[in-house]
């Protein structure tokens, strides 16, 4: 069976440092690939897909960024943090686009 | 483009209570739908989906949805809540063909009186 999932859980970070959040996904062969993030008392927000090894959409311009290095991996970084980063993260995958998405665990990033 | 619309932001029912949460969406042609929930401080999970035929989908832990084209609906039914049910739910769309991805609603937090 397939599972997915993502680390750190928690994460505390001092605004202007840099940020990595990692996916993976296993039991299942190229996989379509997304970040998520939630920010309190909101709703989901798309921030990057990927539908293959290094191929990286970005739905919202920020100072995230995403990469593919291998095919069941997806990594959300930042160079330098802003407060306004703060939220919930969440990784999911999908069999195909617009299809069911399975989400991780999530992970709780605070920029203090 | 695509959007759904969860107009309750907070709903609170008692236990044994029946519920309905409300999703509607805008888009012309037939979509998929699902339904997660979340727990706090967790991932969401499926609670059920529709692709196409049966308009009433049963779903797990007792939730049942039903599709209704004329009303661009996909409202989220239970005859009896549990205490266990209280979460965030939401309702999500996706278009047939490639490149859409799915489009989430605001979702609608649930809270259960005892």
Not at chain 1, 67 to 72: A, H, I, K, N
Not at chain 2, 61 to 85: C, T
Request: some cysteine; hydrophobic content about 35%.
């Amino acid at each position: 069976s397939q599972t997915i999932h993502q680390w750190p859980a928690t994460l505390v970070q001092p605004v202007g440092s840099p940020l990595s959040l990692e996916c993976t996904v296993e039991g299942t062969s190229n996989p379509n690939l997304y970040w998520y993030r939630q920010a309190a008392g909101r709703g989901l927000q798309l921030l990057f897909y990927s539908v293959g090894i290094g191929q990286i959409s970005s739905e919202v311009p920020q100072n995230l960024s995403a990469s593919r290095p291998q095919d069941r991996q997806f990594i959300l970084s930042s160079k330098k943090l802003l407060l306004s980063d703060s939220g919930f993260y969440l990784c999911a995958w999908s069999v195909r686009v617009a299809g069911e998405l399975f989400f991780g665990e999530g992970s709780r990033l605070t920029v203090l | 483009a695509q959007s759904v619309t969860q107009p309750d932001i907070h709903i609170t029912v008692s236990e044994g209570a029946s519920l309905e949460l409300r999703c509607n969406y805008s888009y012309g042609a037939t979509p998929y739908l699902f339904w997660y929930v979340q727990s706090p401080g967790q991932g969401l999970q499926l609670l059920l989906k529709y692709f196409s035929g049966d308009t009433l989908v049963q779903g797990i832990k007792g939730f049942e949805a039903e599709f209704k084209r004329s009303q661009s609906s996909f409202n989220l039914r239970k005859p009896s809540v549990h205490w266990s049910d209280a979460a965030e739910y939401f309702c999500a769309v996706g278009v047939r063909g490639a490149g859409n991805m799915l489009t989430f609603g605001g979702g609608t937090r649930l809270m259960v009186k005892p």
